[in-house]
């Protein structure tokens, strides 16, 4: 459900990375299926935002059926690689599946199970990590992953805005402290941004495409 005007969401998706064969047919699934990815105007965003930071390591928590990792995986170099976890493996054999027919050099890691587990089990620097797992773990999940943000490296966190119960009103008086309490889903995005907020080496901005995509990025 895009948060901006339809005709802005449109407008985005056409502005941005031009959609292969594959991606249309992911989009038609997800069309068919009611399954929420992050759409094409922030699929777009996600591969530009790999190539603007020079991506060579992404995490995904919450993978679905590799939409979001599909669009990643165009930005990345030969020798990069993509970590995508999903708790549903038929969706993760679906990704799979997808994932196969773009032919990617770089390599795909398909991990089962819980992403906040999988991702202790991973050493060394991610450019960019994606959090789309449930919206009240997003700060833990920023937690788990915080320190191996390479330097220049981005979170990308989706929902910021909307998805489920999520309020963005309900967010913004959190963190202006004009409230002190609402639905656990704003909560999770709420604590999410403040602890963006509270990392001095991280500066935060949104994206308000799709369902709204929180940026942190690492500065140092
Ligand atoms: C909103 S969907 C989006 C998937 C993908 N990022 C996309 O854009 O298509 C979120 C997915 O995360 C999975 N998920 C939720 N919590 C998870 C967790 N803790 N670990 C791994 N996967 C999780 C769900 O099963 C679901 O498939």
């Known amino acids: 459900m895009p948060t901006v005007p339809e005709w802005i969401e449109d407008y985005a998706t056409v502005v941005g990375p031009e959609p292969d064969d594959v991606i249309e047919e992911m989009d038609e699934y997800a069309d068919r299926e009611g399954f929420p990815t992050v759409g094409p105007a922030v699929g777009g965003w996600l591969e530009l935002l790999a190539r603007m930071v020079g991506a060579e390591r992404v995490f995904e928590f919450g993978s679905g059926y590799g939409y979001s990792a599909y669009w990643f995986a165009r930005a990345l170099p ?113 604590t999410f941004i403040e602890a963006l907020h509270e990392e001095s080496d991280f500066e935060a901005s949104l994206l308000p495409v799709g369902e709204g995509v929180a940026v942190g990025h690492r500065t140092e």
């Open 78 to 190: 030969a020798d990069g690689e993509i970590v995508l976890t999903e708790v549903d493996r038929d969706e993760l054999d679906l990704a799979r599946e997808y994932l196969d027919r773009g032919d990617f050099e770089a390599t795909i890691q398909y991990e089962h199970g819980d992403a906040l587990d999988i991702v202790d089990t991973y050493d060394g620097l991610f450019d960019v990590a994606l959090i789309d797992n449930e919206k009240t773990r997003y700060r833990e999940a920023f937690e788990a992953i915080r320190e191996n943000i390479s330097p220049g490296g981005i979170v990308v966190a989706d929902n910021a805005i909307a998805g489920g119960s999520i309020d963005a009103d309900a967010v913004t008086d959190l963190l202006t402290g004009d409230s002190e309490s609402a639905d656990e889903m704003s909560e999770g995005i709420a």
